[in-house]
């Protein structure tokens, strides 16, 4: 079914519904050639924004962000600053969820999608797809942590003990720096791991899911459109 002009042009990135109707009726919409002035024109041809071609949007989101500390992923305004607030408006717009949560003090690699399967074939523990962590600890940590992480932990409050995971100890001098691999994601979970290892996470960090690393050259606070190939990457080792 053709869609109306501002939608259209709200989801293509011109802003809100309401930027878009103003857009169009300031009259530097064309679709075809033809000057509209009618947001709820149907879109049916080739539609340029002020001499430019605009390329159809995408039906869906796929993308990363760099979640910076301090921001919540969480769609609830008292929660402010959001994740939301890092990202274009026609990401909630279009239903855009997270794939695996991040902590308001954890940064790193976040998952933003509208594709419902994807989010399931990341998060769902069955699928084993690994999350590796950067993270600073103040000690000590119990000599067995790394036997302790490879077994499974059951954390308080929790009906079954964690998957096997993975703490490589990198470096001790003040925090002891780790890298942690999960194969799930429950709450706060490298946290209290740690925790009931006799550490304390000071800072936290997600580097990577699946095969793909968060880009270096993409700054806290920083989005990008995932490509195919990313997609397949992230979900490398996913059934
Ligand atoms: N584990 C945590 O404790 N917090 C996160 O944000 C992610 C994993």
């Known amino acids: ?20 109707k103003a857009l169009v009726k300031s009259g530097r919409v064309a679709m075809d050639g033809r000057t509209q002035s009618d ?26 962000l760099h979640k910076p500390v301090g921001y919540a992923c969480s769609h609830d305004p008292a929660e402010s600053p959001l994740v939301d607030e890092l990202l274009p ?3 909630r717009r ?7 949560r991040l902590d308001r003090e954890t940064s790193g690699l976040l998952v933003v999608t509208t594709d419902g399967a994807l989010i399931q074939r990341l998060t769902h523990p069955k699928r084993h797809v690994t999350k590796r962590y950067r993270a600073a600890i103040e000690g000590p ?10 077994a499974g932990i059951h954390l308080e409050g929790d009906d079954t003990p964690t998957l096997p995971a993975d703490i490589d100890i990198r470096a001790e001098s003040g925090s002891i720096e780790v890298v942690v691999r999960l194969r799930e994601g429950r709450y706060h979970q490298v946290r209290r791991m740690v925790a009931a290892c006799g550490g ?17 050259d993409l700054a806290p606070g920083g989005w990008r459109h995932l490509d195919e190939e990313a997609i ?3 979900l490398k080792d996913a059934p």
């Open 141 to 150: 940590l119990a000599p067995d942590t790394v036997a302790r992480f490879r």
């Open 89 to 91: 408006e026609v990401f």
């Open 232 to 234: 397949a990457r992230l």
């Open 200 to 216: 304390k996470v000071l800072k936290l960090h997600r580097d990577r899911i699946g095969g793909f690393d968060l880009p270096d």
């Open 94 to 100: 279009l239903g855009a969820e997270f794939a695996g």
């Open 1 to 20: 079914m053709p869609e109306r002009l501002d939608a259209w042009l709200a989801r293509a990135g011109f802003g809100s519904r309401r930027d878009a």
């Open 39 to 64: 947001p709820a024109t149907s879109v049916t041809g080739k539609i340029v924004v002020d001499g430019e071609p605009v390329e159809a949007p995408p039906d869906g989101i796929w993308a990363i």
